[in-house]
Structure formats: C-alpha cells, structure tokens
C-alpha cells in the first residue's frame, strides 16, 4: 500500500561552514496530495530546506551529546537523508521527485522537446537518449506534457529563446514526463510577470488537484501562498514560526510573526485583509468563511529563534 505521509523531516538542522545554523531544528511533515507554501523572506532558509528534501544537500550530522535531534528526511517512508548523510535510497527517491528552481531550468541549446524528454531519463536503466536522441513513444509523451502546460507549439524552440514564465512551465512538463509523485518549486514566480505567475500557479494547482502530486513550492510573496496553497508553513532565520492554514496569513498577523521582515512578503501596493479573509490578487475575489480557519499554531517566539541561531 502506498504511504500516506510523502515528507517527514525530523529535526534536521544546516550549518555552511563556521556560519551559525541556516537551518535550526526543523520538522514538519507532508501528506500525499497536499499544497502548502513555503514562505519567508530573504535568507530565511526556504532554498536551503527544499534542497535538502530533494536530496540534494546534507544535513547536519545529529549533535554527539544527544539532545534528541535526529537529522531525518523521509520521502515516502524511505530515509532520504539520516544523519549528515544522503542515503542509498537517493536515487529512487529522487526519480520520484521533481524539483523546479527559479532559474536555470532548461539546457539553453537544447530544444524544449528534448529538456523535456530528459525527464524521462530518471525512469529508465540506460542512458538510451544521451545525445538528445529519445524513442519515439518519449517524444509523445513529451508532447503531451507540453500541452498539458499550454506550450506545445514552442516544442522545437531552442530553451533560451523562450520566456522566463515558458520555461518554467516546460520545467513543470519535464516533471510530469517524469511521473513525479513529489515537486519541490523553489521560489518558481521569482523572475515572472504577475500573469506568467498566475499561469504557473494554475498549473501546479491543477497537477495537484487533478493528478494528486504532492506540492511545495517557496514563494516570496505570500498572496500567492493564501491564493493557492491550503496550508503555509513560515520560515523565520531558519526556524519555522508558522505552520498551519494559509487563511489565517493576515499582514497583522505577519507583522506579528515578522516584524518588519513582513514588508518583503507582500505584493507592493497590496493591501492585505484581515485575518479571516483570504487575500486576493489583482482583480480578485475570494473570501472563506472565519469558521474555517482553525486556531493558529505559532512554533516559536523570534526569541526562542535568536537563542537557537547562537546556541
Ligand atoms: N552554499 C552555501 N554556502 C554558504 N552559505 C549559504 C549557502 N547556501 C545558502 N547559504 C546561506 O544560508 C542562508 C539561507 O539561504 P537560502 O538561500 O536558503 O535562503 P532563501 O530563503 O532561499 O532566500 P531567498 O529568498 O533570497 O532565495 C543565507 O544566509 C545564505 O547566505
Ligand atoms: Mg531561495
């Protein structure tokens, strides 16, 4: 049977260096077919955590004097990452797991067809299609992926003469090609217009919805997360202070949380409502009912936070 939780992180912190911790003692756990942002401002970590779900830098190594901490990450139920180190399940997990970053998405001379089909690569046990030759059941399947996305008729582009917002969705299609159960977005609206954004959003909300891929996307401005994602989880230098209903995500409640960090977390010019109303994008209008935001859960105090970073 299919595990139900797809992300557990266990107390896993991050250290670069001598530098103090960019990751502090995080956990949080995702279930299949959820949406939830990861949101924070400048610095707060939110890179650095995707990437460590995704495998794709260590975690520290569980401190020898044994607090507790135990440095997991768990992607449907298989150790990713177990102190201080990434594991032999590495690379089946990551087969399962797409990951978008903001930039640097496609090979630039390849053409968008081929970036696509080098997602199916993950699935196969040789390198059939180095070179940029792919059978033509991939190419299909590529093409289908590109359509899906809305881009089917830029398939024999060359990468870097689409847009920032076409590449994006291309890097979505690869995804898709390659059957990921799991997509990590890392801030994927961060160089895009505000309809290139609303375009992928739309998408990533559809694959959630439509193909129950698990999503966790990193946004910087949190309209996006209370539009799109249930759930928010807020980093804060490296801890997280919030993690619950993205509605409950109020500028009074980010000052709270933020202080004047909370100035980055908004489109310019956004008036946010209050607490209770769901935040719209330009020429929007959406609003839930105050009853179906629960009660908020605020893991730590930015003094709890300040103690960690200089323990
Ligand atoms: N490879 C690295 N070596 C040293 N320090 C790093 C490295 N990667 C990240 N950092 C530091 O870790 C902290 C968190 O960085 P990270 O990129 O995760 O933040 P972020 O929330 O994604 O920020 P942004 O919104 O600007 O993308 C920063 O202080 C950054 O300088
Ligand atoms: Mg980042």
């Known amino acids: 049977m299919r595990t139900e939780t797809v992300v557990e992180v266990c107390r896993i912190s991050k250290s670069f260096g001598r530098q103090s911790r960019v990751l502090c003692d995080v956990s949080l756990t995702l279930k299949r077919g959820e949406m939830v942002a990861l949101i924070g401002a400048s610095g707060s970590g939110k890179s650095t955590l995707i990437r460590t779900i995704g495998g794709l830098i260590p975690v520290d190594a569980a401190p020898a004097n044994g607090d507790g901490a135990c440095g997991v990450v768990r992607l449907f139920g298989l150790p990713m990452q177990e102190n201080g180190r990434v594991t032999r399940h590495a690379k089946a997990l990551r087969a399962r797991t797409g990951v978008i970053f903001q930039q640097f998405n496609l090979v630039p001379r390849l053409s968008v067809l081929t970036n696509v089909c080098i997602g199916s690569l993950g699935q196969r046990r040789t390198l059939l299609g180095a070179g940029g030759y792919f059978a033509a059941e991939d190419k299909r399947t590529a093409m289908r992926a590109l359509d899906r996305v809305g881009i089917a008729q830029l398939a024999l582009q060359r990468g870097s003469d689409i847009s920032g917002g076409q590449q994006q969705r291309a890097a979505i299609a690869r995804t898709l090609v390659q059957r990921a159960e799991l997509l990590l977005a890392d ?12 375009r992928v959003m739309n998408i990533l909300s559809d694959l959630n919805r439509e193909d129950g891929i698990t999503v966790l996307v990193s946004l ?5 997360a209370i539009k799109y994602c249930p759930r928010t989880i807020a980093l804060r230098n490296g801890a997280i202070v919030y993690d619950g209903p993205s509605a409950a995500l109020g500028r009074d409640f980010l000052n709270e949380i933020y202080g004047e960090e909370s100035e980055q977390l ?31 859960r605020i893991a730590s105090s930015p003094a709890q936070i300040d103690a960690r970073q200089t323990a």
């Open 187 to 198: 801030e994927p609206l961060a160089s895009l217009d505000p309809s290139s954004s609303k």
């Open 220 to 224: 910087h401005q949190v309209e996006y």
């Open 266 to 296: 908004f489109v310019p010019g956004f008036d946010a409502p209050a607490v209770h109303a769901v935040s719209t994008l330009p020429g929007e209008d959406v609003s839930v009912p105050a009853t179906t935001v629960p009660s908020l």
